[in-house]
T-cell receptor, first 116, second 117 residues
Framework: DTGVSQDPRHKITKRGQNVTFRCDPI?????LYWYRQTLGQGPEFLTY????????KSRLLSDRFSAERPKGSFSTLEIQRTEQGDSAMYLC??????????????FGSGTRLTVV | AQKITQTQPGMFVQEKEAVTLDCTYD???????LFWYKQPSSGEMIFLIY??????QNATEGRYSLNFQKARKSANLVISASQLGDSAMYFC??????????????FGKGTLLTVNP
């Protein structure tokens, strides 16, 4: 297992289009998170899955955003009708509660979204 | 609500010297964990070190150590013998250990460290 994988690495889209990002977590990790990072800021929490259950959605996630984690494996984050303000780095992370103090949360390399 | 403050937008250090990156936090919960992450220009967040609020000793991990002062609510990262590859953004983060949101990391705004040869 080589870590958390995110696809694509970069996405340029026109305003109003829909985009979908994929995250493949470390297979032993039952916790999965999505964060958003804008330029000059630290990552901000978007949503959290424990296995396949989405347990929290940040108020940052408008109705245009939806995330899924079918069967508790990979996760997708979809943004409908993209706006320029959606331009950011979208980071996925996974963790196992027992290992967090030793290994932290493992982040992927992120998907950089640019809405033009 | 938890808050992380990193007051140094940028820091410079000479190669082979030590540097301290500041982090203060705010929470009313007695049980929490503090993390430091490194983010190179490539974008991935790399876990460096962890300190639990009940840990008796300051955490160390190779060239990284965490200067944990609980009464002052500070968790500064010390990097010894800086290397050129240490040039990156550094983020301090916190997570509550108990309670309903014990999975959520709250990040500071980060400090950009530049190591000069």
């Amino acid at each position: 297992d080589t870590g958390v994988s995110q696809d694509p690495r970069h996405k340029i889209t026109k305003r109003g289009q829909n985009v979908t990002f994929r995250c493949d977590p470390i297979s032993e990790h039952n916790r999965l998170y999505w964060y958003r990072q804008t330029l000059g800021q630290g990552p901000e929490f978007l949503t959290y899955f424990q296995n396949e259950a989405q347990l929290e959605k940040s108020r940052l996630l408008s109705d245009r955003f939806s995330a899924e984690r079918p069967k508790g494996s990979f996760s997708t984050l979809e943004i409908q009708r993209t706006e320029q303000g959606d331009s950011a780095m979208y980071l996925c992370a996974s963790s196992s509660l027992m290992a967090e103090s030793s290994y932290g949360y493992t982040f992927g390399s992120g998907t950089r979204l640019t809405v033009v | 609500a938890q808050k992380i403050t990193q007051t140094q937008p940028g820091m410079f250090v000479q190669e082979k010297e030590a540097v301290t990156l500041d982090c203060t936090y705010d929470t009313s919960d007695p049980s929490y964990g503090l993390f430091w992450y490194k983010q190179p220009s490539s974008g991935e967040m790399i876990f460096l070190i962890y300190q639990g609020s009940y840990d008796q000793q300051n955490a160390t991990e190779g060239r990284y150590s965490l200067n944990f002062q609980k009464a002052r609510k500070s968790a500064n990262l010390v990097i010894s013998a800086s290397q050129l590859g240490d040039s990156a953004m550094y983020f301090c983060a916190m997570r509550l250990i108990s309670g309903g949101s014990n999975y959520k990391l709250t990040f500071g705004k980060g400090t950009l460290l530049t190591v000069n040869p």
